[in-house]
């Protein structure tokens, strides 16, 4: 796969599961992708919750990509930068109504939004099951 399809293949399949650590502990959860292109993977989450807290304290992140259908994945890893834009926070909130009540009651500060660059990745499927992992950079 080139670039742009490991994209496609992301907005396709935008809910992921994203890896952090809490001191020697690996954490994952489900996430869902907002936004990717060559600048990044953007995604966002509360300020208060444990995962914005893990982020700061180690911004090294993986996250795990699945088709269902085909049962093929695409890893992808980076480093998580916070991302102060309240243009886009709003925008988040806009697109995602369900934000739209923590924000009226708790305020747009509580959104955390962060951007994993720069981006590499590895696919699997089960053909390739057996094979060497093969990194790629995505940009």
Known sequence: MYASEIFDFMRANPG??????????PRVRGMLLY??????MVFHTGTTKA????ILSN???EV???DPQTHHQVRVEGLAEPVSDEALKAQIVRERPALQ?????LGLERIGV???KPLRAAQWSLETNLQRTRW????
Request: hydrophobic share 40%.
């Open 101 to 105: 009540p923590i924000v009226d009651a």
């Open 16 to 25: 992921c599961h994203l890896a952090t650590t809490e001191g020697d502990q």
């Open 114 to 116: 962060f951007r994993v």
């Open 35 to 40: 936004r990717v292109d060559e600048q990044g």
């Open 64 to 66: 795990a990509f699945l």
């Open 59 to 61: 911004p090294k992140v």
């Open 136 to 139: 790629i950079p995505l940009g």
């Open 51 to 54: 995962l914005w807290r893990q």
